[in-house]
């Protein structure tokens, strides 16, 4: 008998992967930490299924570590009798509720089995929906930036809980980063904005995050060479049939690099 942590996504329901579908059909019961998980649950399972647990909004570590510990208790012997799941919005690893519930479980019901089932993360959605491409080879850091804060150093960052977008936007603007803003994105409850002035989501919202690139930043992809003019794109120079290497950002390529995609996975080269 199995405790699953199952991710949802981002927020529509038919994001829900099929692996998490089908455990949460098969789950006897279906607990939820909050009002969004639940209402995209319902549309997979029946309300009779559903588990509410009660978490209070409070950053008292004290009171939030009774409310773990009581709904640990509440679910372990259920996981212990059946199959039962524990769902989160995005991925059950990704800034998720879950991990509070796993390192509380292995602590006091260390007999239950735990399984993850993985959900689509804000991390690369918001790629998606905000129309970002992060090219391979690319760095990109994950930064939380509550309360105003506005973390700098990377070249490209994603930032999470931009609760106070103006603020959060004027210390980028100042350590040189482009911003572009991304409000409930794949989410059904509440509207979905993508923006770079931060002035259109100064309300907080916990779903709001932030993608920051350094101004000027760029990467040049081997298929870049694509992009030319009819000129260019006949030049004798330029066709396969002129013998050169492959170049990419002006260095020439080793020819084993090839070898790499025999088997069709070239992922790593750009």
């Given at each position: 008998?199995?405790?699953?942590?199952?991710?949802?996504?981002?927020?529509?329901?038919?994001?829900?992967?099929?692996?998490?579908?089908?455990?949460?059909?098969?789950?006897?019961?279906?607990?939820?930490p909050g009002r969004?998980?639940?209402?995209?649950?319902?549309?997979?399972?029946?309300?009779?299924?559903?588990?509410?647990?009660?978490?209070?909004?409070?950053?008292?570590?004290?009171?939030?570590?009774?409310?773990?510990?009581a709904a640990a208790?509440?679910?372990?012997?259920?996981?212990?009798?059946?199959?039962?799941?524990?769902?989160?919005?995005?991925?059950?690893?990704?800034?998720?509720?879950?991990?509070?519930?796993?390192?509380?479980?292995?602590?006091?019901?260390?007999?239950?089995?735990?399984?993850?089932?993985?959900?689509?993360?804000?991390?690369?959605?918001?790629?998606?929906?905000?129309?970002?491409?992060?090219?391979?080879?690319?760095?990109?850091?994950?930064?939380?930036?509550?309360?105003?804060?506005?973390?700098?150093?990377?070249?490209?960052?994603?930032?999470?809980?931009?609760?106070?977008?103006?603020?959060?936007?004027?210390?980028?603007?100042?350590?040189?980063?482009?911003?572009?803003?991304?409000?409930?994105?794949?989410?059904?409850?509440?509207?979905?904005?993508?923006?770079?002035d931060p002035a259109?989501?100064?309300?907080?919202?916990?779903?709001?995050?932030?993608?920051?690139?350094?101004?000027?930043?760029?990467?040049?992809?081997?298929?870049?060479?694509?992009?030319?003019?009819?000129?260019?794109?006949?030049?004798?120079?330029?066709?396969?049939?002129?013998?050169?290497?492959?170049?990419?950002?002006?260095?020439?390529?080793?020819?084993?690099?090839?070898?790499?995609?025999?088997?069709?996975?070239?992922?790593?080269?750009?």
């Amino acid at each position: 008998m199995t405790l699953y942590g199952v991710g949802l996504g981002p927020g529509e329901a038919d994001l829900v992967t099929v692996r998490g579908k089908e455990i949460l059909e098969e789950c006897d019961v279906v607990y939820s930490p909050g009002r969004l998980s639940r209402t995209v649950a319902l549309k997979h399972v029946d309300e009779s299924k559903i588990g509410d647990l009660d978490f209070p909004m409070t950053k008292d570590e004290e009171k939030l570590r009774t409310a773990w510990k009581a709904a640990a208790a509440e679910i372990a012997p259920n996981a212990r009798d059946g199959d039962v799941a524990f769902v989160t919005l995005g991925d059950p690893n990704v800034y998720s509720t879950f991990g509070h519930l796993r390192r509380t479980i292995d602590a006091f019901h260390p007999g239950v089995e735990l399984e993850i089932v993985p959900g689509v993360s804000a991390v690369t959605a918001f790629a998606t929906a905000m129309g970002v491409e992060i090219e391979a080879g690319a760095g990109l850091s994950l930064r939380e930036a509550a309360s105003g804060h506005s973390p700098t150093g990377p070249d490209r960052m994603i930032l999470f809980k931009v609760t106070d977008a103006p603020a959060t936007h004027e210390g980028l603007l100042e350590a040189g980063y482009d911003v572009t803003y991304g409000r409930r994105l794949f989410m059904e409850q509440g509207e979905t904005i993508v923006t770079d002035d931060p002035a259109e989501i100064d309300e907080r919202d916990y779903y709001t995050l932030a993608y920051a690139e350094k101004d000027g930043l760029e990467v040049e992809q081997a298929t870049a060479a694509f992009q030319t003019d009819d000129s260019d794109a006949s030049s004798e120079d330029d066709s396969p049939a002129s013998g050169e290497p492959v170049t990419d950002g002006g260095e020439l390529r080793d020819l084993e690099l090839a070898e790499g995609c025999e088997g069709g996975d070239c992922g790593g080269h750009r």
